[in-house]
């Protein structure tokens, strides 16, 4: 028992050490990134409820699906859209509970701002040292199911006798900075015009 709980603090350790050397060997180009306005920034500079209002006015939801859709931005990869895919993300077209058009351009923006635990990604280190990613899509008490992507096939079923040591994250699975992956203010308005369009809509407006 003493030698598992070796082995998981060291890992915890490893864990928080890559993070410190990631930084240190990627400072430099880091603070030259930073001196670069991208997107992003661009964007978080302004307020979220004046970037909702401008996608009401100004956005275009067909152009937005497009984006959505696209392989750059990589959406639908994560965000089914219908009820028949198990998704990564949240179904964007049947939102659980209500959300408002600031709430959409934050999960953007900001993904990582509020996560909710149906969505909230666990690490796992097995006894056995394998080490897993992924949402928990089942659990009871003989495994746990996580899936790490879009696909049915991303997901994995751990036996709970071989979790050692399980940690939460609070990072959201979605990227931050995806933005970047659009070319101006225009195509993030469309994007969000067309998120707002589904929420509306529901499935038969997104598909």
Same mark, same amino acid.
């Not at 920034?41 to 996608?55: F, N, R, T």
């Not at 659990?139 to 994995?156: K, M, N, P």
């Given at each position: 028992?003493? &030698?598992?709980? +070796?082995?998981?603090?060291?890992?915890?350790?490893?864990?928080?050490? &890559?993070?410190?050397?990631?930084? +240190?060997?990627? +400072?430099?180009?880091?603070?030259?990134?930073?001196?670069?306005?991208?997107?992003?920034?661009?964007?978080?500079?302004?307020? *979220?409820?004046?970037? %909702?209002?401008?996608?009401?006015?100004?956005?275009? %939801? #067909?152009?937005?699906?497009?984006?959505?859709?696209?392989? $750059?931005?990589?959406? =639908?990869?994560?965000?089914?859209?219908? =009820? =028949?895919?198990?998704?990564? $993300? *949240?179904?964007? %077209? =049947?939102?659980?509970?209500?959300?408002?058009?600031?709430?959409?351009?934050?999960?953007?923006?900001? *993904? #990582?701002?509020?996560?909710?635990?149906?969505?909230?990604?666990?690490?796992?280190?097995?006894?056995?040292?394998?080490?897993?990613? +992924?949402?928990?899509?089942?659990?009871?008490?003989?495994?746990?199911?996580?899936?790490? @992507? $879009?696909?049915?096939?991303?997901?994995?079923?751990?036996? #709970?006798?071989?979790?050692?040591?399980?940690?939460?994250?609070?990072? #959201?699975?979605? *990227?931050? @900075?995806?933005? &970047?992956?659009?070319?101006?203010?225009?195509?993030?308005?469309?994007?969000?015009?067309?998120?707002?369009?589904?929420?509306? $809509?529901?499935?038969?407006? %997104?598909?």
């Amino acid at each position: 028992m003493s &030698n598992r709980r +070796g082995v998981a603090c060291l890992w915890l350790a490893v864990v928080g050490l &890559n993070v410190v050397l990631v930084s +240190g060997l990627f +400072g430099e180009s880091s603070q030259a990134l930073a001196q670069i306005v991208t997107l992003e920034k661009q964007l978080l500079a302004e307020s *979220p409820v004046d970037l %909702a209002a401008d996608a009401r006015e100004k956005g275009d %939801a #067909s152009r937005g699906a497009l984006l959505f859709h696209s392989p $750059g931005l990589g959406c =639908a990869k994560c965000h089914a859209g219908d =009820a =028949a895919s198990p998704g990564l $993300g *949240p179904d964007l %077209a =049947a939102w659980e509970t209500e959300v408002d058009d600031v709430f959409l351009v934050d999960s953007v923006l900001r *993904p #990582s701002k509020l996560i909710r635990d149906k969505f909230r990604s666990v690490m796992i280190l097995t006894h056995e040292g394998r080490t897993v990613t +992924g949402v928990p899509k089942q659990r009871d008490a003989d495994s746990i199911t996580v899936q790490s @992507g $879009g696909l049915e096939t991303d997901q994995v079923t751990i036996a #709970s006798d071989d979790v050692d040591v399980e940690q939460k994250s609070d990072v #959201s699975i979605m *990227p931050a @900075g995806q933005v &970047n992956a659009l070319r101006r203010r225009q195509e993030f308005l469309d994007l969000t015009a067309y998120l707002i369009a589904i929420r509306d $809509g529901g499935i038969e407006t %997104a598909r």
